[in-house]
């Protein structure tokens, strides 16, 4: 769908919240969550009976091939509590129990990369607490050593993890790019939604193959 064709579109353009940001001069792709735990029938955040989630890695994989071709920096991130009592989770915890999925050691397997999805030797990866990949972590710190202005952005949950990291790419200073990637919702729902649309994932699969790094 294309951002003129969205039902709120022209309320945005009257609001005066229709302008572009544009790409930077040095993109990263931002890896946010994926774990085994979206796409698993045993665990309670499965989404992979909804047909636009049981897609996205595929997508998502198109995307980090295409990072790697193009030299583009990639970044894994994904919730990691290591105390036996949650602790660490703080109240998020209290909010959402079923955070214990992603606890180290749990012996489950589904706090683990989807299989073909994992970082490679020499790609950063930075655990997190909380939603934003930004909250509590050195991400901002990485990205300014590499030089970094702009953030492509996709994973697990559009109305969560995914929405609390855009917010805070912005509010750093740098250009998320993530409207057009394969986020979506954790929940299988009627608002469930796949925004890995093929013609702008080949948009961004073209930005990142010729990106000069």
């Given at each position: 769908?294309?951002p003129?064709?969205?039902?709120?579109?022209?309320?945005?353009?009257?609001?005066?919240?229709a302008?572009?940001?544009?790409w930077?001069?040095?993109?990263?792709?931002?890896?946010i969550?994926?774990?085994n735990?979206?796409?698993?029938?045993?665990?309670?955040?499965?989404?992979?009976?909804?047909?636009?989630?049981?897609a996205?890695?595929?997508?998502?994989?198109r995307l980090v091939?295409?990072?790697?071709?193009?030299?583009?920096?990639?970044?894994?991130t994904?919730?990691?509590?290591?105390?036996p009592?949650?602790?660490?989770?703080g109240?998020?915890?209290?909010?959402?129990?079923?955070?214990?999925?992603?606890?180290?050691?749990?012996?489950?397997?589904?706090?683990?990369?989807?299989?073909?999805?994992?970082?490679?030797e020499?790609?950063?990866?930075i655990?997190?607490?909380?939603?934003?990949?930004?909250?509590a972590?050195?991400?901002?710190?990485?990205?300014?050593?590499?030089?970094?202005?702009?953030?492509?952005?996709?994973?697990?949950?559009?109305s969560?993890?995914?929405?609390?990291?855009?917010?805070?790419?912005?509010?750093?200073?740098y250009?998320?790019?993530?409207?057009?990637?394969?986020?979506?919702m954790s929940?299988?729902?009627n608002?469930?939604r796949?925004?890995?649309?093929?013609?702008?994932?080949?948009?961004?699969?073209?930005?990142?193959?010729t990106?000069?790094?």
């Amino acid at each position: 769908m294309a951002p003129k064709d969205h039902g709120d579109h022209d309320n945005y353009v009257k609001s005066g919240f229709a302008g572009k940001m544009g790409w930077g001069k040095r993109p990263a792709l931002l890896l946010i969550d994926v774990c085994n735990a979206y796409w698993n029938k045993d665990s309670p955040l499965d989404t992979s009976s909804n047909p636009a989630s049981a897609a996205a890695p595929a997508s998502i994989g198109r995307l980090v091939d295409a990072a790697r071709e193009g030299k583009v920096p990639l970044i894994w991130t994904r919730v990691e509590y290591t105390e036996p009592d949650m602790s660490d989770a703080g109240v998020f915890f209290c909010k959402a129990p079923l955070l214990k999925v992603f606890q180290k050691g749990n012996e489950t397997g589904l706090e683990s990369w989807v299989p073909g999805l994992e970082p490679r030797e020499g790609e950063l990866v930075i655990p997190k607490r909380y939603p934003s990949a930004f909250f509590a972590t050195d991400l901002n710190t990485r990205l300014q050593l590499k030089g970094i202005d702009t953030l492509v952005i996709c994973g697990v949950s559009t109305s969560g993890c995914v929405r609390a990291t855009t917010l805070d790419t912005m509010c750093f200073g740098y250009r998320p790019m993530v409207r057009l990637l394969g986020g979506f919702m954790s929940r299988v729902t009627n608002g469930s939604r796949s925004l890995a649309r093929p013609a702008v994932i080949d948009h961004l699969l073209c930005m990142m193959r010729t990106s000069l790094i």
